[in-house]
């Protein structure tokens, strides 16, 4: 027979396994994410904040539904995204993901930090009170807006605002990523296009540059790889959210954008293609150390080739003038016969 005490040390026991069963089930999703936060940084991005984030949640991956790529399961506070994402032997996310794939876990991340740590009553200027002010922003300019009314009342406007901040935000990140694959390409596939002389890779070294106005101008592969529209994260990414498969109207506000892509997440997204070029050559770390060794062999190799081609044109050019022999200067093109007018050094 058990007795009064008994049945209350089960009932503890019980209580105590349960409160358990809890706790384990909203682990840290960190280790999920390290590979994240070195690729978001490795790019001078800021992730104090998504590390908070990603450490009050659960990270796992799982195959798509036929509705959702990806999905932040409130109520567990479970972050589940495509298995397409995550490293083969490991169970993390993979350094190297494709930019939609950032753009669906920054989405995703973004209705995380709302339902878990963006509050009113968070200080001023804080990423959490940043982002609640941002999404009520949103959301008022919905409540106002008869496009969103059926029978005479709002329906979802929260909910809405919320999948505009994700679509948005998310879509800005893709573009910086996009934005840093155009300039990798630039810098290191087509070296070519910019190194005219072996003097111009020394010049160079291991520097990120970016095409002139008037390479841009005039090579139609560089205006589509370096047009306005497709870097500049606060005017492009994605313009259009989804709600239940139908688009959302929305008469974005610039401030509202603005403030939507600075503050969001408190990322710190580079507002051009410039400072993002500029952030290439400030950051230190291991990735950014092997690009810039990949560019400057790329660039080496380049000027090899130039210099090969210089000297195969000055040996294709006609025997020199015995009374005249080839200098340095004459090397470089310029006319023999204008040597001989120079007046004499003093
Ligand atoms: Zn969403």
């Not at 919320?162 to 910086?176: F, L, R």
Request: one cysteine or more; proline letters at 5%.
């Amino acid at each position: 027979m058990i007795t009064f005490k008994q049945t209350v040390s089960v009932l503890l026991s019980f209580m105590f396994l349960f409160s358990l069963s809890i706790d384990s089930g909203q682990c840290d999703g960190t280790k999920e994410c390290t590979e994240l936060y070195r690729r978001l940084e490795s790019i001078g991005l800021n992730t104090r904040y998504v590390r908070k984030l990603v450490s009050h949640l659960e990270v796992e991956f799982a195959e798509p539904t036929s509705t959702a790529q990806a999905e932040w399961r409130y109520i567990v506070n479970n972050l589940r995204l495509p298995i397409e994402v995550k490293e083969e032997t490991a169970s993390r996310i993979k350094f190297d993901i494709k930019c939609y794939q950032m753009d669906t876990i920054i989405h995703e991340l973004c209705h995380a930090s709302l339902d878990m740590l963006a509050q009113k009553d968070s200080p001023l200027n804080s990423p959490e009170r940043n982002h609640y002010d941002v999404v009520n922003s949103i959301w008022a300019d919905l409540y106002f807006d008869d496009r969103h009314k059926f029978l005479g009342h709002q329906r979802y406007p929260r909910m809405k605002a919320d999948e505009i901040c994700a679509y948005y935000v998310g879509g800005a990140v893709n573009n910086v990523f996009a934005g840093l694959s155009n300039i990798l390409r630039f810098n290191i596939d087509l070296a070519i296009l910019y190194i005219k002389t072996p003097d111009d890779a020394d010049r160079l070294g291991s520097t990120f540059i970016l095409p002139s106005d008037e390479m841009i101008k005039n090579n139609s592969f560089m205006k589509f790889m370096f047009s306005a529209e497709g870097y500049d994260a606060h005017h492009a990414g994605n313009d259009t959210a989804y709600f239940q498969g139908k688009a959302i109207p929305w008469n974005e506000r610039e401030f509202v954008k603005r403030d939507m892509f600075d503050k969001v997440l408190d990322l710190r997204l580079p507002h051009n293609r410039q400072e993002l070029c500029s952030n290439l050559n400030a950051v230190d770390n291991s990735w950014i150390k092997g690009k810039r060794e990949e560019l400057l062999q790329a660039r080496k190799k380049v000027a090899e080739k130039v210099a090969k081609k210089l000297a195969a044109a000055q040996s294709e050019s006609p025997a020199p003038n015995p009374t005249n022999p080839p200098t340095a200067i004459n090397l470089l093109g310029v006319d023999p016969q204008l040597l001989n007018t120079l007046p004499a050094d003093q």
